[in-house]
């Protein structure tokens, strides 16, 4: 890497490892965080101590000035840092294009609007059970330049955000995937097909040894025609399962192998999560549902009744694709959030609404409408940001929730 004077902003997990790793390969930095919380200044505090200039509180003009290149944390979205950068020529990467920049070994991307966290699990196991050093990691947690500096792995598998493909630039996986791709972000993207857009990119780059597995069903051969990279197909209806078939496939994997990955999955905490049955009504946590369609995914699984806990903030998502579901499979409405006034409007004299101020409130109003043998499912299709930290801490409450029922 020939670039002298880095700039990373975001102090969040990727700025943070990012720093760490232009710390670790002796290239000069310096870290940029708009936020001034005891949070920030603890990292900041951190980094100071190995010699690394913070600014926090802001993004200051300033801070551009006498840089080579500038790290963008994904859940950085500001204007006015392209802008600084565009007149001053200064390029602009994400996080996981500067862990390509170091990384020695093969990368397996997965993206797509849902699924990939659980297909990205399912493929590090597979590689597990074949005794491969692997690491997983990107979007679902461990920041990908976090295990670029540990260097200690014969293959990634990365699961790949649309934020973290807008600023790519060289970024090259072996096995580029997207499982699916559905309205989302809209919210942080003008149109639908402005982030479709942005998701093919994950192919943009590979050649003719590498492979792409695609969803035949869901995606034009137009959009990828220009990739070089051998192509697979999945079959819309069993993303996952037939997505880690095609790896092991690719890897030469034995069959026996990819066979147990798949009857010993469990299934992922947040995602359609059973959490238990009480005097007949059954719980399920599908806190990681983030978008409209994970809700209808939620709802054609649902084989009971259900009372369904939805909202949160709004990502632009189109409630009125939900019509039908509701229609078919759900009792009751319980709305919470900032997207409650939103949802009501778009779903409005289909089935009983109530709203809440809380998700125990929720809970609560969706205990006393439920009945034997129905599901409360809570299945937000909404960020959690304007109630909690996190979906997972979202989905933490709801399980307190349900183990305080009992």
Not at 77 to 95: G, V
Not at 139 to 166: D, K, R, T
Not at 258 to 284: A, N, P, S
Request: aromatic residues 8%.
């Amino acid at each position: 890497m020939t670039y002298k004077k880095v700039g990373v902003i975001g102090l969040g997990k990727s700025g943070l490892a990012a720093a760490q790793l232009l710390k670790n390969k002796k290239i000069d930095i310096e870290v940029s965080d708009c936020l001034n919380t005891q949070e920030i200044r603890e990292k900041a505090e951190l980094l100071k101590e190995q010699g690394i200039k913070v600014e926090v509180g802001r993004h200051s003009p300033e801070f551009i000035k006498n840089k080579n290149l500038i790290v963008v944390s994904p859940g950085v979205n500001n204007p006015l840092i392209s802008l600084w950068a565009k007149q001053k020529n200064i390029p602009l990467i994400s996080e996981i294009e500067l862990g390509y920049y170091f990384c020695r070994a093969p990368i397996i991307a997965i993206s797509g609007t849902n699924g990939k966290t659980t297909t990205a699990t399912l493929i590090d196991s597979l590689l597990r059970n074949a005794t491969k050093k692997a690491a997983v990691c990107g979007n679902m947690g461990i920041p990908f330049s976090q295990i670029v500096l540990e260097n200690n792995y014969e293959i990634i598998v990365l699961e790949v955000s649309s934020f973290q493909l807008e600023k790519i630039d060289k970024f090259k996986p072996y096995i580029s995937i997207i499982l699916n791709i559905a309205p989302d972000h809209l919210d942080r993207y003008k149109t639908f097909e402005e982030y479709r857009r942005i998701k093919y990119r994950i192919f943009e780059n590979q050649g003719k040894d590498d492979w792409g597995i695609i969803n035949k069903n869901q995606i034009s051969k137009i959009k990828y025609q220009k990739s070089k990279a051998k192509i697979l197909y999945l079959d819309e209806q069993n993303d996952n399962k037939q997505a880690v078939r095609l790896v092991g496939k690719i890897l030469k994997i034995k069959k026996e192998i990819v066979d147990r990955t798949l009857k010993e999955f469990k299934g992922l905490e947040h995602r359609l999560e059973y959490v238990d049955t009480i005097r007949g009504i059954r719980f399920i946590n599908d806190s990681k549902a983030t978008n409209v369609d994970s809700v209808r995914y939620a709802l054609e699984a649902a084989s009971t009744p259900v009372i369904l806990i939805l909202g949160g903030r709004d990502k632009g998502g189109d409630f009125g694709v939900l019509r039908p579901f509701i229609k078919e499979k759900v009792k009751e409405l319980i709305l919470i959030g900032e997207a409650k006034e939103k949802i009501r409007k778009e779903l409005r004299g289909i089935k009983p609404i109530e709203e809440a101020d809380s998700l125990e409130e929720a809970f609560n109003l969706a205990h006393q409408a439920a009945e034997k043998g129905d599901t409360i499912l809570l299945s937000p299709g909404c960020a959690s940001f304007d109630m909690f930290a996190n979906f997972e801490a979202r989905g933490k409450k709801f399980k307190k929730l349900v183990r305080k029922y009992v």
